[in-house]
Structures are given as C-alpha cells and as structure tokens.
C-alpha cells in the first residue's frame, strides 16, 4: 500500500507565496517522476511542473519563473514552491507519482489533493 498526502494548501493574497509538500508512504522500492498537478473549477486537470528522479524538471509555461519544484529523495518528498501567485493560480493541487513497489509492481500514485486559494 502507498499513500501520498499533500499539505501547505491555504489562502494568501495576490503577490505571497506557498510551500505544498507531498510525502509518499508505504512500501515503495524507488519513485521515479513526481509531478504537481491543479485544477481548477470547472476546468480540466492540467499538469503543472514534474521532475524525474534525476532532478530533471518542466512547468507549464504560465508558472515558470513563479514555481519551482523540488524533491528531497530521503524523504520521499515532493515540494512545490510558489510565489508571485495571481488568482488564476486558485485551484485544488494533486501530486502525482511513478512508484515502484516490487519487482513487477510499478503504478502511478495521486494525493488528495490541497487547496490554494490566491485572493485578496
């Protein structure tokens, strides 16, 4: 069994910044790509920023230079660091993990989801 459990989510105004945290648990071999996924009402889900285990990343383009994404291996952590946020970032965020837990057993994992919410 493997859980992913985000936080960080909250409200903040235009301009502040947020920290979201997604903590992977359970019996896992390795973790390959972790990716950020929002979504917003009534919009479809749209993949945010993703990096592989190597550390290699990419973002949409509407957040690059605003976000930046981060892993902490050990820790089987994902990190999404955003400033700069406009309202248009207000959305319900997803992690996202490529998991190997057996020799055979490989899936991709969701969070619950956190909310952000970037209002004045």
């Known amino acids: 069994q493997v859980q992913l459990v985000e936080s960080g989510g909250g409200l903040v105004q235009p301009g502040g910044s947020l920290r979201l945290s997604c903590a992977a648990s359970?019996?896992?071999?390795?973790?390959?790509?972790m990716t950020w996924y929002r979504q917003a009402p009534g919009k479809e889900r749209e993949l945010v920023a993703g990096?592989?285990?190597?550390?290699?990343?990419n973002y949409v383009d509407s957040v690059k230079g605003r976000f930046t994404i981060s892993r902490d291996n050990g820790k089987n952590t994902v990190y999404l660091q955003m400033n700069s946020l406009k309202p248009e970032d207000t959305a319900v965020y997803y992690c996202?993990?490529?998991?190997?837990?057996?020799?055979?057993?490989?899936?991709?994992?969701w969070g619950q989801g956190t909310q952000v919410t970037v209002s004045s």
């Open positions: 359970g019996s896992i071999f390795a973790i390959y790509t």
């Open positions: 990096i592989t285990s190597g550390g290699s990343t």
């Open positions: 996202n993990a490529d998991i190997r837990t057996g020799w055979a057993a490989r899936s991709v994992y």
